[in-house]
């Protein structure tokens, strides 16, 4: 069965594709020298270092408001926004769960940003804890 046009993820532009690309490459040194077992904050900082090596803009604990019909009403952040164009929500759970998922698609949907990378750096591999996450427009 095929999926309809109208509800397959497009792809993004090339720029935030090469930032995705960087920032898994910046992500998988991390764990490399690393490893899992840390704290999310460790995993929220180490990444910051290796990026900030790369030249790869981000800014860290991004501020997003939210908003309810028209009305302030509150503010989320998001751990890593790549670029202006990438959301970077890093995890250090014992495995990634669908809520997760749903916290990067609601700050996709709040920034207006098409792609976003879920990463579970307590992985054996963290390969297998990299979910790519795109917004249908």
Do not use: W
Request: glycine share 8%; proline share 7%; aromatic share 4%.
């Amino acid at each position: 069965m095929t999926e309809p046009k109208g509800n397959k993820p497009t792809e993004p532009d090339p720029v935030t594709d090469r930032l995705a690309h960087e920032t898994i490459g910046a992500a998988i040194e991390v764990h490399r020298i690393m490893g899992p077992g840390f704290l999310e904050s460790v995993y929220e900082e180490a990444p910051c270092v290796e990026m900030q090596r790369r030249g790869i803009p981000f800014v860290r604990q991004h501020p997003v408001a939210m908003e309810y019909k028209g009305h302030a009403v509150g503010e989320a952040r998001v751990d890593l926004m790549v670029g202006s164009s990438l959301i970077v929500e890093l995890k250090a759970a014992d495995a990634l769960a669908p809520v997760h998922t749903a916290q990067v698609i609601s700050y996709l949907k709040a920034t207006g940003c098409r792609l976003g990378l879920l990463i579970n750096f307590n992985e054996v591999l963290v390969k297998d804890g990299i979910r790519r996450i795109v917004l249908s427009p």
